[in-house]
């Protein structure tokens, strides 16, 4: 597997393009949004839809049955319907979803570690556009 190094270095040396027909673009924006890297975080043990969605504030019905169905159908998340009266269901990471949690895991500690000099530069730059 390529590291990010590798890959980034690639890109440098030689010029490339990300191109529109690259198959990474469709599955960087199915997997990469918030909501996708937030379930998948939730999912570090196997959880029914509401328990899922009591873990994700903010998040609609609609827009984690959307997050869970693309999770689903790019292997990443299985699901599992439950032998219960009513029937349930229930969600738990693949071995590929599985294979996410340490990158997304890097991708989260860094915006903890970086958020507040975020904000700050947000804060400069939003003054320097009011001024303008």
Do not use: H
């Amino acid at each position: 597997m390529a590291t990010s190094e590798t890959v980034y270095g690639a890109i440098a040396e030689r010029g490339l393009v990300f191109r529109s027909d690259c198959a990474s673009r469709p599955i960087l924006d199915q997997i990469a949004d918030k909501w996708s890297m937030m379930t998948m975080a939730v999912l570090a043990e196997p959880r029914r839809f509401n328990e899922i969605k009591r873990r994700l504030e903010g998040v609609t019905q609609r827009v984690l049955t959307q997050t869970l169905r693309r999770l689903e159908r790019n292997g990443m998340v299985e699901r599992r319907v439950l032998p219960t009266a009513p029937i349930g269901v229930e969600y738990s990471l693949t071995p590929l979803g599985e294979s996410l949690r340490e990158p997304f895991g890097r991708l989260y500690d860094w915006t903890v570690a970086n958020a507040a000099e975020i904000q700050a530069r947000q804060r400069d730059y939003d003054q320097r556009g009011a001024q303008s």
